[in-house]
């Protein structure tokens, strides 16, 4: 198990590699080359220059989030041909520079979706809540929100190009059920899956978020068969699984640590997003809990030990943050509450891999 930490880069990032550097028990970032529009080719020297500036600190960088995959290949256009070809160059020039996981969502349109980014806790701090009331607005006017609540800076999932083309993008997505987005996803996993095995690359599908349909739109990465689907579309360990516990947990239909031991067991999991999340009564609305286990509805002392007893040994990050002690800047994504989560986190595994030793 590796301990990372997400980092959105110099420019658009507060935060700098140095604070991250000084968490104990970090050695990764987690990076990105965040202005880099979905359908791109990331140029080597893009990328060198970042993994030279994240040594230089004192940390590795071994996984991207995200490679994000265009429409056009999600809708099965026949652009996506182009598409695919240059995702396949990207991941060439990631493998070169020494780049082991990218992980990737398979999401129309929007990345995750939240209904408030600033739900304030009894303590006084802010996190991010998804109540259905909140989803009944016509996308739109939602994307109007969220442009308003955050014109400082940019969130993934949100970009500025993607946000311009939601009308348009609806349409588009009007003849792509369930059934003919697996089939443009297993289109995308066949070309470009060979080629992560052929430079040593795993490819690490993040959950949908939340795993069920909204605003009609298809979604196709929400529970048990969907991972096991995926798998054995291509069957190959450079095909595998981002396993957030949030996002999975977000249906409390889906059972976390089965998931988890089952697709550990099936070496499948190259990377790990650990966070809490609390339920808010009915209807599936939760808000996104600090990560110990007595203040959300997941146990996380059982989520590492799973991943611990079926021989998770991959990359692990502590997932979205609150905003405390006066930060302020993107959701999600401060400094002070990922850290905590990081050594929480941190502490466990010890705890766990210590007594296991015993045994
Ligand atoms: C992340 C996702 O911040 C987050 O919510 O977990 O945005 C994740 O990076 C993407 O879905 C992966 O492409
Ligand atoms: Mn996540």
Redesign the pocket.
Known sequence: MEMTFRWYGKEADKIQLQDIRQIPGIKGIVGTLFDIPAGEVWPKDRIKALVDEVEKAGLTMKVI??V?VHDDIKIGLPSREQYIENYKVTIRNLAEHGIEVI???FMPIF??IKTDLNYILPDGSSTMAFEKIGIDKAPEEIVREVEESTSDYTL??WEPERLAHVKHLFDAYKEVDDEKLRENYAYFLKEIIPVCEEVGIKMAV?PD?PPYSIFNLPRIVKNREDLDWICNVVDSPSNGITL?TGSIGEDPANNVYDILAEFCKRDRIPFA?VRNIKYLGNDKDFYEAPHLSSEGSLDMYRILETMYENGFDGYIRP??GRMIWGETGRP?YGLYDRAIGASYLLGLWEAIEKNKNKE
Request: hydrophobic share 5%.
């Open positions: 989030e995200s994000n992980c990737y969502n990345d995750w993934p999932g993040h978020d957030c997003h997932d979205h999600g």
